[in-house]
């Protein structure tokens, strides 16, 4: 019962594995790959080119859908649709609470680390292995778009991302079954997306407001080689704070009007979603209005109505956080505003027309917006996915480390050993020895951050150094602490006396350590076949639940009347056998059943779209359309990028 | 693999500051860093030990060699290649970014002599007397501010704009005495290598560039207060 459309030709199979781009963002991730052209294109899935970053599962806490289908469910199923998960990345238990507020969900700490797990319907879930269902998700769009394995990936985080929150990145990639070539850094993925590289000299600055977080980078090109000069921002700062801001505006306001919406989930969902509505449309209108459920409170809908000029002055605040940061990544770089060439915007919320001002006053040019904020970060990352493995583009990323690197000492003081905007890889090496007879190990306790002690700086690893017993003073270790190019933390130590290498057990303060990643690997893998043949019967569902739409369509139409009884009947019955199927909840009765139903109203088709067919060659708008074929923009999988 | 461009990482000149411990070479020649354990910036970038150095040359030097050895070149090529580069470009990394600034080099030159105590710089009475000056108008700014009286503001922040024009030309000079200490530290150096043995001039040019750094020093953490209050 339906037409199908003829899937674009696959591409050309030369390589049997396809390295892409990932934008893993807050709010939405995309997937990107360069194709034999040499340009980036986002793969785009039935729902256009973003995946919502949100996670479904069933009462029995199994997976039930990523995406489009998984931010339907918001509103319905709050308890067990996930959201934001980025935020918690890398992040304890506390920090999650303090930053996301009240959740539908529980949140604990792991044993024995400080890292968060997420309860969804008595299963619990580490932050690594729920942006691992998204990525999973993206991983099969590109396998379906592109026709090979897709094994390696490149993927993008905000520049101001510390130790921990990288590593459980590239851990979430690991547990989706992709190699992660490179961690890199939002703001110079965008660099690249916009072919700024091909400038042969000139310095930009890339401006990122997204949905979680605030970041600016300031960069040196110099004929191919993209150089961070600096880097700063704000990990509590995105257009998820401007939703909170409106949705506390609307909620003091019923509030005042005696409506109470805490303890609402449902409510406030619908609270949220209408906010956003309300953002986006305010950024091409002066004015927009929304309408509200407020059910179960009351039964008369909320009527919003916002001016542009409402909103700015709510959020303006909030701007104006973004220009600090801004200010000192300059400073930073040894740079006036003026010494700028170009400057580019990323991430949704540059949308906005207040965000693009303040920051056209701030480095007096207008910015670049060419590129869709979206989609800019992801093409990026396809880029860069494209440099590091086919070498036909004499490019190289040179980024920083935007936090500085520490060891505990005395007084819980902390002493800088790498300092912040270093470019990276940057090591450091530290010599230690002990201050007891017979000591049999130096604890070392390693942190990121600004400040001078140990208790407002992030806690990265503690862990001992194996020393042999000798008289206090005498033994020399020499420990090197290495920044990778991707930001991530590795320790070796050396016996200076010896020569010998020492192995240290590195025991992460909010992350993951080598055996649970293995350890979800192999529960992963023992999972898979369920996961894969959950997902085969989520799909029979749904296209079963279209043809017994269309079909209960066709009955109730005039072709109805050109059909026999006995062939009614025989519909019907196998319509009944359908639904009975989907209580199964397994693809293989529903394929079947389906395929029986699709048979029996053959006939029913026929004659429905004959008698279709006969009132749109009347109408003269569908006559033209068809004489012309398809629209080939309309169908156009891919949208390239501009390159300026 | 190439480890690093031939003529870049040669051992160091023998004499007083070549470095303790020998480069081991590899099967093909090239100096093995892993081996050698951490060479010492100039050796990195491959550039005699001096303070005087140009920059433009050591912008293209840095440019080349991280093009050669970024991890990113080694993604494909497995697991220990990629830690190979990973190693041997933060090298590269540290040395640039140590090199590159002027006042982050003479800190360098004195640590490698085990010379850079972190002693407290005593500043001259003289230099006292303006800083007390400039505590007092940064003060009186902020209480005007705190006030509101828009005209005694005023009048602080030209105090304070004046006070920090004094404490930048001190800096200037700072700057310019270090220069001179580098070129004598320089001479020292050369004559030195060629001696064999240090020459009691390195030892007094040293002497010079502790004090200048200090000073220096000093007068840039008051900078980068008068910065930001001139930012709040």
């Known amino acids: ?119 969804v319907c008595g299963r619990r879930f580490t932050p690594p292995e729920l942006s691992a269902f998204v990525l999973r998700e993206l991983k099969h769009r590109a396998e379906v778009a592109l026709g090979k394995p897709v094994e390696r990936a490149v993927i993008t985080v905000p520049a101001y991302f510390n130790d921990a929150q990288r590593q459980a990145t590239k851990d979430a990639g690991r547990l989706a079954g992709l190699e992660v070539l490179r961690i890199v850094n939002e703001p110079t993925a965008a660099a690249l997306a916009y072919g700024l590289d091909k400038r042969p000299q000139g310095r930009i600055a890339v401006y990122d407001f997204g949905g979680g977080t605030f970041d600016v980078s300031i960069l040196q090109l110099h004929a191919g080689l993209t150089e961070v000069l600096s880097t700063g921002g704000d990990t509590h700062l995105g257009g998820d704070d401007i939703d909170q801001l409106m949705v506390a505006t609307i909620a003091s306001q019923l509030a005042d009007a005696g409506i109470d919406v805490r303890g609402q989930l449902e409510l406030v969902q619908r609270l949220r979603q209408a906010a956003i509505a309300l953002k986006i449309a305010l950024s091409d209108a002066d004015k927009a209005s929304v309408q509200v459920d407020l059910r179960p409170l009351r039964q008369e809908p909320l009527q919003l109505e916002w001016q542009r000029a409402d909103l700015e002055q709510l959020i303006a605040p909030i701007v104006e956080r973004t220009l600090a940061p801004c200010r000192q990544a300059l400073r930073d770089a040894g740079l006036q505003p003026s010494d700028i060439d170009e400057v580019v915007m990323v991430g949704g919320s540059t949308r906005i027309p207040l965000v693009r001002q303040r920051v056209q006053d701030l480095f007096g040019r207008p910015p670049h917006v060419e590129i869709d904020p979206d989609q800019v970060v992801a093409l990026g990352a396809a880029l860069q996915a494209d440099i590091m493995t086919t070498g036909r583009r004499d490019m190289l990323l040179l980024d920083v480390t935007p936090l500085s690197l520490g060891i505990e000492t005395v007084g819980g003081v902390v002493s800088k050993i790498i300092q912040r905007n270093s470019s990276i890889p940057a090591s450091a090496t530290e010599e230690f020895t002990t201050s007891v007879d017979n000591q049999t190990g130096v604890v070392l306790h390693v942190l990121q951050g600004e400040r001078e002690l140990v208790a407002d700086c992030r806690s990265l690893a503690r862990f001992i150094i194996p020393v042999a017993p000798m008289p206090a003073g005498l033994p020399r270790v020499a420990v090197t602490f290495l920044i990778d190019a991707n930001g991530i933390l590795h320790v070796t130590g050396r016996d200076v006396r010896s020569g010998t290498e020492k192995t240290i057990e590195v025991k992460p303060s909010y992350g993951l350590c080598d055996e649970e990643v293995v350890r979800m690997l192999t529960e992963a893998f023992d999972h898979a076949e369920t996961d894969i043949a959950r997902r085969q019967f989520i799909d029979a569902r749904s296209e079963a639940q279209q043809v017994i739409h269309a079909t209960e369509v066709a009955l109730a139409g005039s072709a109805r009347a050109l059909i026999d009884d006995d062939e009614i009947d025989e519909i019907n019955g196998e319509l009944a056998s359908l639904r009975a199927s989907l209580a199964t909840e397994h693809a293989e009765p529903v394929r079947a059943a389906l395929a029986r139903l699709n048979q029996a109203t053959l006939h029913l088709a026929e004659v429905a779209l004959a008698g279709a067919l006969n009132a749109a060659v009347q109408n003269p708008a569908v006559e033209e359309a068809l004489s012309h074929g398809p629209d080939p923009a309309a169908s156009k999988p891919h949208h390239g990028p501009r390159l300026s | ?105 003479v800190a360098y030159v004195l640590e490698l002599a085990g010379d850079l105590r972190e002693e407290r710089y005593q500043p001259p009475a003289e230099l006292l007397v303006h800083v007390f000056e400039l505590n007092e108008a940064i003060d009186a700014m902020q209480d005007a501010r705190d006030e509101g009286d828009a005209e005694a503001a005023a009048q602080a922040e030209r105090d304070v704009r004046e006070a920090t024009a004094t404490i930048r030309e001190s800096r200037a000079e700072v700057t310019a005495r270090l220069v001179a200490a580098a070129a004598d530290w320089d001479a020292a150096q050369a004559a030195s290598e060629q001696a064999g043995a240090e020459l009691p001039a390195l030892a007094q040019a040293r002497t010079a560039l502790r004090a200048g750094l200090g000073h220096a020093r000093y007068l840039d953490n008051l900078l980068t207060r008068l910065d930001f209050s001139a930012t709040q």
């Open chain 1, 1 to 119: 019962m339906r037409i199908h459309i003829a899937a674009s030709s696959p591409a050309p199979k030369s390589d049997t594995r396809a390295t892409v781009g990932i934008d893993l963002g807050t709010t939405n991730s995309l997937v990107a790959f360069v194709g034999e052209d040499g340009t980036p294109h986002v793969i785009s899935g039935p729902d256009g080119p973003l995946v919502p970053s949100v996670i479904a599962f069933g009462k029995d806490g199994e997976l039930e859908c990523v995406g489009c289908p998984a931010n339907a469910r918001l509103c319905e199923y709050p308890d067990r649709t996930i959201y934001s998960v980025k935020r918690m990345m890398g992040r304890g238990a506390e920090e999650v609470v303090a930053e996301l507020g009240m959740l539908p969900y529980q949140v604990h700490r792991s044993a024995g680390s400080s890292a968060v797990r997420i309860e």
């Open chain 2, 1 to 105: 693999m190439t480890v690093l461009h031939d003529t870049t990482l040669q051992p160091g000149t023998p004499g007083p500051s070549a470095p303790l411990r020998p480069w081991v070479l590899d099967d093909r020649g090239h100096v093995d860093l892993e081996r050698t354990g951490t060479p010492d910036h100039f050796a990195v970038l491959g550039l005699p030990r001096r303070l005087g150095l140009d920059t433009d040359h050591l912008d293209v030097t840095f440019r080349s060699l991280v093009r050669g050895l970024h991890p990113d070149r080694f993604a494909v090529h497995g697991p220990a290649a990629v830690a190979r580069a990973q190693w041997h470009t933060s090298l590269v990394n540290d040395a640039y970014r140590t090199l590159r600034n002027f006042d982050r080099r």
